[in-house]
């Protein structure tokens, strides 16, 4: 069947850490890899796509990588800051099943000052 | 410019009751989405809207649901007959084209309490 999981629900890094968040996925073959950011109340906020042919995004101070081979894609935010804290989301898109973007449950990142 | 928004922000409701809930897309998105997140959850796919038609419904949990969008924007889901387990936070997005290769621009999600 099947699956998107992202790493362990909750992840606790100190201010000025680098937070590095996973998901992996199984049985799909995604032509673009989005993560999108979600903070309490509100609706998710996108904050980068990578596509299938790319190994590595960059933007400001977060960095996705993209491995087809490993059926993953890591999330990565440097110099982290209280304000980061937020829930993360990665949502993948195959051309070959299903025409919509669907959603891992997310990771909860908190960020100690 | 605005955003996506939606209607009501917040709906309390008896079982058995329908509910209708709005979204108004971004102007000129051509693509529209409703996801429904339970608390704590991730978030689940209702259906998928290009232009005023639906190509993707797979998502709908049940007869009880469906969603209409008139004039290639605003567009209502409908639930007929709530069930408690139909409580949780109804979102809505919007994208210029494509689902995978556009980024999608959510709304602040009508929260659904089913009594």
């Known amino acids: 069947s099947q699956k998107i999981e992202q790493n362990s629900e909750a992840l606790n890094i100190q201010e000025g850490k680098t937070a590095t968040l996973t998901c992996n996925y199984t049985n799909y073959s995604p032509a673009y890899l989005q993560w999108y950011r979600q903070d309490p109340g509100r609706g998710p906020v996108f904050l980068l796509l990578?596509?299938?042919?790319?190994k590595e995004k960059r933007k400001e101070r977060l960095k996705v990588t993209f491995d087809t081979t490993l059926k993953q894609s890591l999330f990565h935010i440097t110099a982290s800051q209280p304000a980061d804290s937020a829930t993360y989301l990665c949502?993948?898109?195959?051309?070959?099943?299903?025409?919509?973007?669907?959603f891992g449950s997310g990771t909860q990142l908190t960020v100690l000052p | 410019g605005a955003g996506v928004s939606q209607s009501p922000s917040n709906k309390v409701t008896e079982k058995g009751k329908d509910v209708e809930l709005r979204c108004d897309p971004i102007s000129g998105h051509t693509a529209l989405y409703w996801y429904r997140q339970s608390l704590g959850q991730g978030l689940e796919f209702l259906i998928y809207?290009?232009?005023?038609?639906?190509?993707?419904k797979s998502g709908l949990p049940s007869d009880r649901f469906s969603a209409e969008r008139t004039g290639g924007s605003v567009s209502t889901l409908t639930i007929q007959r709530t069930q408690q387990e139909d409580s949780a936070v109804y979102l809505c997005?919007?994208?210029?084209?494509?689902?995978?290769?556009?980024?999608?621009?959510f709304g602040p999600g009508t929260r659904l309490t089913v009594l």
């Open positions: 990578i596509r299938e042919n790319e």
């Open positions: 809207f290009q232009g005023n038609s639906a190509p993707d």
């Open positions: 949502a993948l898109w195959d051309s070959g099943s299903a025409r919509q973007l669907t």
């Open positions: 997005a919007s994208s210029l084209n494509q689902p995978g290769s556009d980024e999608q621009f």
